[in-house]
């Protein structure tokens, strides 16, 4: 069994204009493409072949570098895609809401928790929202690793993830990487966020 890169639920264009087409379809159809085909390179014909991406991740030390970057990049970019979309609900209600209030003290607390740990990743990464039992944390990752790795400094379930590498938003925001963060708020589907947290 091969992995596949998805396809997108929404046109290139569908979070214009503060996500633009173009950088939606490199970001799609060239990087993301690119850590499916080499996750898919890295694993087939070994004892990996068959196993999820998630058992993967999970034991990710004991695997080579270029499973732990295209297997992440693979995985990462599958929650990216799915937590961005035009419309759906634009705050987090119901029992996401509560468990970031619960967890993070109010959503404001929350959005500028998210934002500092987007805005100061050095180099390439991600920012997270990590689910933990009941429990919601923030954190940030390099490169393409993530919670589910058993490297990782705070692990846990993502339920949101933002990417700070810079080829997500150059071609639109060049070296402003916070302005392209406070965009993201704007075309977040809360409504896959929750379901989520629900799992």
Known sequence: MSFELPKLSYAYDALEPLIDARTMEIHHSKH???YTSKLNDAV???ELEGKSI???LANVSKHSTAVRNNGGGFYNHNLYWEI???GGATQPEGDLLKAITDSLGSVDKFKDAFANAAATRFGSGWAWLVKQGD???VSSTPNQDNPL???ADVKGTPI???DVWEHAYYLKYQ????DYIEAFWKVINWDEVAKRFKG
């Open 32 to 34: 993301h493409a690119a």
């Open 175 to 178: 070296n402003k990487r916070p």
């Open 149 to 151: 790795m058993d490297v």
């Open 84 to 86: 961005m979309a035009p």
């Open 135 to 137: 429990s919601l944390v």
């Open 44 to 46: 087939n014909g070994t």
């Open 54 to 56: 998630e058992e993967l």
């Open 160 to 162: 949101l993830g933002i």
